[in-house]
Structures are given as C-alpha cells and as structure tokens.
C-alpha cells in the first residue's frame, strides 16, 4: 500500500500580542513600549500523521497586521504543494519565494516580505523536524554536510563564502560531532540573561535581578543604555557591584547613536569594563560600525538581530566590522539564511551570540546555536544564547534554563509551536484579553 502523498490544505495566520508594555518588560532606548508580537503561521496538510508546521515573524506590536498580510501573500505557493517535496528540500520553496519578482519590489530580501518568508520557511522546517520525529537541532546536526550546503543561497555570497567552503566547514564539523552532542545533552548550552537590565527598571530592581542571575550561575548579564549618559554611569556602576570583577557586563544601545556618540558613551562607560556593546548605531552602518570598534576596542562590538540578510552579515564581518555576530531566528529568511550566516561566521573564526526573547525567539533560535555546536563550529567558547524570562509559558515546548544553561529540547520539532489556549486569549483583536481590554477602556472613559 502506498500512502496518497500529502500536500498543504491549508495556510491559517494570526495576529498574536502580548500586553508587555504595561510592566516595561523589555523596554530600551529606542522601544520604550513593546507590546511583544507574533504574527503566526500554521501550515496544515492532508496527511493522516496530523503534524502542523507552526512559525512566526516577532514584532513589538503596531503594524503586526501588516506582517500578518506579508505571510497571507505567500499563500498561493504553499498550498498545495507537496509537504514530502517541500520536506525534503525547504530550499526549494525559499527560491521561489525570494524569487518571486513582483513581491521581490517590496525588498529585496529585507523588512516586512523577507520576514514573512522566514516565518513560512519556519514552518517548514518545523513541520520537516516533526515528520522526522527530531528537534530541529538534530536534524541539522545529523543531516549529510552535501545536503545542508543546498539548503544555502550562495547568490551574493560567493566573494566570501562559497559552496566548496561551506562544504569544508560541515565536513569537519561532523569529526566529533556525536561526543559534542553527548556533552550538549549532559550540561546544556551556555545562556547570558538581559532580564536585569531593562531600561525601564529602577536601580534596586536592577541591582535584585543581577545579584539573582549570578547566584543562579550566568556568566554574563546585558544592560540597555543610551537613553541617558548620567543614568547609564549610575546603572553600569550598580550592575558592575552587584554581579563582582569577573561576570560579563554586556550593553545594548538599540541603534540609539551615531557613529561619533557611540564612541564617546561607550569610553564614557569604559571604567565599568562592559564586554560588549551591542547595536551601537544603524544595523545598515556597516563602516560605522567597524569604526566604531576601532575607536572603542577592547570593548567588543555586537549586531545582527536588525540586519537584514546574509549580505549585509557579509560585509559586517568582510569589513572587520563586529567581534560579535547575532543571529535572529525570525528576522531572516528563515533556517535556510541563517545556515548561510553562521557559515559566514564560523569561515571567518567570529562568534555567534543569538539575540533571543521577545516572544518565542529563544524556543526558536537555541536549535541554531546548538547545531553549530555540535557540527559547525565546534566550541561554545566565548558564546552564549541571550535569555529572557517572559512569556515561554504560552509555548508547548518552552526553553528550559539549568544553571545558566539552555536544555537540549528534545520534542520533535522547532519548538515554535503556541498553546492553543494562548493563541485564543491573545489573537488582536478579538481574543478574550484585548476585548476585555477595550470592555475596561470604555467603561474608564464612560466614567
Ligand atoms: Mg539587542
């Protein structure tokens, strides 16, 4: 007996928020008010397995529904396809939706449509680590280096990275790469927590959380600055004795400064010894940003989570412009992007330190992380996936923390999918929190 083969039957978005911006949670220089986002895809398919690929593009709020509208107009290349085909080769699906010439206009391969592609592709890739019965993290891990390498757009890349290259690096990172998935599964990979740190917290609320992160074991913390120089000093002197000499202060300015601001804050900052500082201006400045590390060094420069695509990652990193790159799950054009970034990365000896939080984007990105581990670049030396303690519990397969460090997720899948209850109490406009909510701001203002 031969199985009908399955095809999409359906593609169901969903404007997804979280009220976040009532406690400041996450809030920094340039977003004081986020209301953390998700505009969600399901893909479903006719096959009696009952598996769904979920995936999301992560916004702060206004505007969701545009990205929302950017994922419907993707739709008429998914359904129907096939999900064996589209398993079995998700590249092939992002050719024809990076291709597609007159949605091409809206980028190219940047913003709302690029985004919308990488929620899709996603799916995907969820959808394909299900069927298989792995986490993602495996499937990549354990996937043949020729494979993997077609799963790369070289277009634009070929000057820094090319497909013999990239074949090099996934060759050799499958030596060893079984004992590094035993050490990964026995302690995890090493997480650096943002949760102290948030602009809108007060000192002693800053000073309780860092003292907290340490005890419970991270090795490095990340504070928002460039709101304020005065207040910047006060919070980087309290955050540095609260968590002592040897802790790893990281500061994230949000793209706050122009090239010569950043430089004169961060030396202004220098006493307390941050580690790194992160998105110091534009993520388009990629010369600013390499003068900006030469003006601040020892001090480490870090971007990613606001670049656009694999060519602006190229230049960065072509220009000797950051120490530090930070991948973003769902800012790219999904997986098949970030392989091409991290083999950037990992050909140019550069760290990958995910940007991670928001909403659903570290239950995504320490998949990525820990296949480079285990069959890329081979070390977690002088790397660490961001956390941030809010809003996992809407997940099927939240993040797990010990001791500082990520949990292998071991459920089939890219961890991407949200509890169904979640998605009806939070869908804009109409779940049962926002309509509740505008209940009680008609009765505020009939009052
Ligand atoms: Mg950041």
Redesign the pocket.
């Known amino acids: 007996m031969t199985a009908t083969p399955a095809r999409v039957t359906a593609v169901d978005t969903l404007d997804v928020r979280f009220p976040t911006s009532r406690e400041l949670d996450g809030s920094?220089a340039m977003n004081p008010d986020p209301d953390y986002s998700a505009a969600y895809v399901v893909l479903r398919t006719d096959a009696d397995d009952g598996h769904e690929g979920h995936g999301f593009a992560f916004t702060i709020g206004r505007g969701n529904e545009v990205q929302v509208a950017a994922i419907e107009a993707l739709r008429p290349y998914l359904l129907g396809r096939s999900a064996d085909a589209l398993c079995a080769d998700p590249a092939s699906l992002a050719r024809d939706l990076v291709g597609d010439s007159q949605l091409r206009w809206l980028g190219p391969e940047k913003g709302v449509m690029h985004m919308a592609i990488g929620a899709v592709l996603n799916a995907v890739w969820d959808l394909a680590a299900k069927r298989r019965g792995l986490p993602l993290w495996r499937l990549l891990a354990e996937a043949e280096p020729e494979w993997l390498v077609a799963q790369v757009d070289f277009r634009y890349l070929s000057d820094a990275l090319t497909p013999a290259d990239a074949l090099g690096l996934l060759t050799r990172g499958r030596e060893g790469a079984a004992a590094r998935a035993g050490r990964l599964r026995a302690r995890g990979y090493p997480a650096y927590t943002?949760s102290p740190g948030w602009l809108g917290y007060d000192d002693e609320k800053l000073a309780r959380l860092a003292r907290r992160a340490v005890a419970d074991g991270f090795r490095q913390i990340?504070l928002k600055v460039g709101a304020d120089l005065a207040d910047d000093v006060r919070r980087c002197r309290v955050a540095r004795a609260a968590i002592g000499p040897d802790v790893r202060l990281a500061l994230?300015a949000?793209q706050r400064w122009d090239v010569e601001r950043a430089v004169t804050w961060v030396r202004a900052l220098a006493p307390y010894e941050p580690y790194w500082i992160?998105?110091p201006t534009s993520p388009d400045d990629v010369l600013g940003h390499a003068a900006i590390r030469r003006a601040v060094a020892p001090v480490r420069v870090a971007t990613g989570?606001h670049v656009a695509n694999r060519v602006v990652f190229k230049q960065l990193l072509q220009a000797g412009a950051v120490d530090v790159v930070?991948i973003d799950a769902a800012r790219v054009g999904g997986v098949n992007e970030n392989l091409a970034i991290l083999l950037l990365a990992a050909k140019h000896g550069v760290p990958v330190c995910p940007?991670a939080g928001g909403v659903g984007l570290c239950e995504l990105v320490q998949h990525l992380s820990m296949f480079d581990y285990v069959a890329l670049s081979g070390t977690t030396e002088d790397r660490a996936i961001?956390y941030v303690d809010h809003l996992h519990e809407h997940f099927l397969a939240p993040v797990v923390i010990d001791r500082a460090h990520y949990r292998t997720p071991e459920t089939p899948g890219f961890s991407a999918e949200m509890r169904p209850d979640s998605l009806a109490t939070y869908r804009f406009p109409d779940g049962k929190y926002w309509a509740a909510e505008r209940e009680r701001e008609a009765a505020g203002q009939g009052g």
Do not use: A, I, P, R
């Open positions: 920094d943002t990340k994230d949000n992160e998105e989570e930070q940007h961001e």
